[in-house]
């Protein structure tokens, strides 16, 4: 089964730029869609990004700041996020999907999460 492992995450202030990872085991990104979501305490989890070979889908808070993009040699898929806001604080999963999609029922893997928080 395959495995998604998110790093990258970490403490920063408002305004900063901040790159998360996520590296595959057992699953080749290439053959699938990969996404980012995020949840924050209290609330539901929420598509950010979503990535076909060289089509992107975002949502609304990733549009304009967030890009995903996807190493094949390293099988890892990134999320660049730029000029963060305290509200961006959440957990950050990468998850895998055979559909190209913003829904979260559709992706079959998860990575655990990586915790960013953004100080002001």
């Known amino acids: 089964q395959g495995q998604l492992v998110e790093s990258g995450g970490g403490l920063v202030q408002a305004g900063s730029s901040l790159t998360l990872a996520c590296e595959a085991s057992?699953?080749?990104?290439?053959?699938?869609?990969m996404g980012w979501f995020r949840q924050a305490p209290g609330k539901e989890r929420e598509f950010l990004a979503a990535?076909?070979?060289?089509?992107?889908l975002f949502g609304d808070s990733a549009e304009g700041r967030f890009t995903i993009s996807r190493d094949n040699a390293k099988n890892t898929v990134y999320l660049q996020m730029n000029s963060l806001k305290p509200s961006d604080t959440a957990v950050y999963y990468c998850?895998?999907?055979?559909?190209?999609?913003?829904?979260?029922?559709?992706?079959?893997?998860w990575g655990q999460g990586t915790q960013v928080t953004v100080s002001s």
């Open positions: 998850a895998a999907s055979p559909h190209f999609s913003r829904s979260q029922s559709d992706y079959r893997y």
């Open positions: 057992e699953l080749t990104l290439s053959n699938n869609v």
């Open positions: 990535l076909r070979w060289d089509s992107r």
